[in-house]
């Protein structure tokens, strides 16, 4: 909405900030963290009152036992305030930003429906996992479909560290950005299993994705850098400068001890958001760096499954790793603020390769 104010400049040349996605970023940023805390206690009373509380695993650390019952679903804080933040202040002309929206909004809603069925409906496993992976590739599949037919055929991706070599994987791609999909939005699910742990690097990887939706929108800067350019896709720093926002306002509640969970509503939502803004800005393999937090507690998973059908044995004490750390004498705060350090390592690493070519 106040984008447009920037068609008035002409008249009102203090309007003309309004045209800068730099001012924008930032004020999507601050907007969504305002709506957040004004709405974050009203919507912990109100789970509360409709007893949407967490179930806790008893095979999992006896410490979490006591959080049985913290008010979930709070991921509907997330999505509502970016988005009340990207409709004020986001180009609503662009596809990027519908399509990382729409990715948002899809994931989001698989999310919401397993938590109704397991703490509305008291059905302990929600989705079964064929439910959930089969709704989640129908929404990889149609996203894909929708930015590979704004390609004309590109299907090129970048390859960190090496400026020359982008691949185009031609047949592949389809399958390959379902992958990126798919996996993004289920390894933030799986990290979302400790206090702001999921919250700490969602607020790194969405403010690196500001920096880079503007690198690889803008001429001048892919140029210099010679980064494949995206035109158009500068816009989505508005939206990520929306998600940054929405998460530091969701972390005022969820850091240690949480008043409120994302379940998997906030956890899917901000997966399928992520993995779309890597998508649209041809930064695919980039976010294995940046999101390393994620992919290491979705790999920890991997391995722990593996090993123990093939060998009977297990790698971790418990996945996902963070459970690892915390069965081994690790106390939680001091776990989440370490994994928040190495998101933050990766993520200025990440950036570098910008440079580093």
């Known amino acids: 909405m106040f984008y447009q104010l920037f068609y008035l400049h002409h008249a009102m040349p203090a309007l003309n900030v309004f045209r800068y996605i730099t001012f924008r970023s930032i004020y999507a940023c601050l907007t969504a963290l305002v709506i957040a805390l004004l709405m974050g206690p009203m919507l912990i009373r109100l789970l509360r009152r409709l007893q949407i509380g967490q ?155 500001v920096v880079i939706s503007y690198v690889v929108g803008h001429h001048v800067f892919a140029s210099y850098l010679k980064v494949l350019e995206v035109p158009g896709v500068g816009e989505l720093a508005v939206v990520m400068g929306a ?52 992919v290491a507690e979705a790999l920890s998973v991997i391995l722990q499954v593996s090993s123990y059908k093939l060998r009977k044995k297990r790698v971790f004490r418990m996945a996902p790793i963070h459970h690892h750390f915390e069965l081994g004498g690790i106390s939680e705060p001091k776990v989440i603020v370490r994994f928040w350090i190495v998101s933050i390592v990766l993520a200025l690493i990440a950036l570098s390769t910008f440079k580093l070519r």
Not at 115 to 143: C, E, N, P, W
Not at 260 to 285: H, K, N, P, W, Y
């Open 55 to 209: 179930e806790v695993r008893d095979d999992g650390p006896q410490s979490h036992l006591s959080k049985k019952g913290t008010p979930t679903m709070g991921g509907v804080l997330i999505v509502g305030a970016l988005l009340s933040a990207v409709l004020l202040w986001a180009d609503l002309s662009n596809r990027f930003v519908w399509m990382v929206l729409v990715s948002l909004l899809a994931n989001g809603t698989i999310g919401f429906v397993d938590d109704y069925m397991k703490v509305v409906k008291k059905r302990s496993k929600g989705l079964s996992a064929r439910q959930k992976f089969s709704l989640q590739m129908g929404v990889a599949l149609m996203l894909a479909l929708w930015f590979w037919g704004s390609l004309d055929g590109d299907t090129r991706i970048v390859v960190p560290f090496l400026k020359t070599l982008n691949p185009a994987l031609g047949a592949f791609f389809i399958p390959f950005l379902m992958l990126v999909l798919v996996g993004t939005a289920n390894a933030v699910n799986l990290t979302d299993g400790l206090d702001g742990l999921a919250i700490g690097p969602t607020i790194v990887v969405s403010l690196s994705f």
């Open 243 to 294: 998600l940054v926002g929405a998460a530091l306002g969701f972390l005022w509640f969820n850091t240690y001890p949480a008043q409120v969970f994302m379940g998997d509503t906030g956890s899917l939502a901000i997966g399928g958001a992520i993995g779309m803004a890597a998508i649209v800005t041809r930064q695919e393999l980039l976010l294995l760096i940046v999101g390393g937090v994620f």
